[in-house]
């Protein structure tokens, strides 16, 4: 949860300091399995919200979506689509 608090927190501030950001990918990436699919959906929409991306982290995060897709609540698939969408994923 402590990550998905520092990134909620990164976008709501639009705090793109390029260390942090990049510590907090790759933490993201090494935790997706962890994750709650709440925390994964609120991650990846920090990264669409800052606008940054992080294909490393993209490619875990839709590897766990698709993983537990029947775990997510509507809002928070939204959200995940709507991140990656907005960073201009497709695939």
């Known amino acids: 949860q402590e990550l998905s608090n520092l990134t909620w ?13 990049g510590a907090v990918a ?4 090494a935790e997706a399995r962890g994750l709650t699919v709440q925390h994964l959906a609120n991650t990846a929409w920090t990264f669409g919200t800052l606008g940054h991306l992080r294909r490393s982290l993209v490619v875990a995060a839709s590897s766990e979506a698709l993983r537990r897709v029947s775990s997510f609540e509507p809002q928070g698939l939204t959200n995940l689509m709507w991140a990656f969408a907005t960073l201009g994923v497709s695939e």
């Open 9 to 21: 927190a990164m976008a709501t501030l639009q705090f793109f300091g390029a260390p942090l950001v």
């Open 26 to 29: 790759a933490q993201g990436m």
